[in-house]
């Protein structure tokens, strides 16, 4: 790890100590495209109402590229996530990409809204053993689907889900999740989606909303840390940029261009280096995006096993994990958190 304590930026009297980087990211987001053929309102990118927002940011990261970077941190077998804000199935090259990624021995996540899940697709998924899929549904009914989805066919999102559960069998992979970010529109089917889904799934991932630069309806504590995103992930647009952070959908935290430099440059590159700098010295004035966020509290959570599930819950995040399916719950899937297994053996 480099030495930026001696940087020309760093103010002296803070006696910055620099916490450790790892010399590659435990997880890269890969915006393979950005392309959907939803426009949930909820949505930063597809839900905005102006079409210059969406002609800004959209477009296909090159597929010689994309494998470059896959294998410059194949090494330290990072969590790669298929997609930024696109819909995966509808990436070109989709099952090229997906291969690059598995045949270098990493994992893979994907979150779909499986309205384009072939029969074809999801065999596929199963024999690479792709390791997570999520379906992004956020509603029990298809009224409150039409409300922060935009559609109303329910029926075949849900028959996607079953679809998938099917073409994987016994088998272990991928681990298959349903999630649900709270809005108003949906709030009051919270319980009945936990219920229909609870013994379904291997998983449910419910979330707060992230919206105007914070997530709606945090009540962690006041005093704040370094965010622990910025010391796991590389997040990598479409056009090689790299962010410090998933929200950054319009590309204001740059922290340099992989393209150019390489994912380990940028990663323990000065700009990046920098916003861990004021993150570590308590300024996050300085760094306007993060200074309004709150997900830096998503690492606090408390565990609960309850009606056969290990129920994880912070103040943005409730897992609940069908006890029943935690095998293929492995290390790299965990975002660095204690191993389920571990946790019921206590
Ligand atoms: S499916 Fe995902 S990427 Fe597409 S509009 Fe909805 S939230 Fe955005
Ligand atoms: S503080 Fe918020 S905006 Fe900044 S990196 Fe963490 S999650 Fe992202």
Redesign the pocket.
Known sequence: MKDWSKAEWVDQSLNWKPREVTKLPERVIMDHATK?N???P??Q???AEENDVQEKVKGVLNLEESRRILDEVMSAKPLIHGAL???PLLMPDFKERVRDVKERGMSLALNT?GLRLTNDYAEFLVEQEVDAVFF?IDAASKEALLEV?GVENLDKIEAAVYRLMEKRGDEPLPRIGVSFAIQDANEDELEAFVERWGTVVDCIRVSQLYENGKFRGLSGREEREPCPVIYQTLVIHNTGEASICCNDAFRQALVGNVFERGAEDVWNGEEFAKIRYYHETNQYDKVPFCEPCNAWQQFDYEEEVKDGMLIRRSPQLTYYNNIERLDNWHESLSGGHENPNAILEK
Do not use: A, D, I
Request: proline content about 0%.
């Open positions: 959907c939803l426009r949930c909820m949505c990118v597809w839900g804000y696109g819909e809204n992004s989805r």
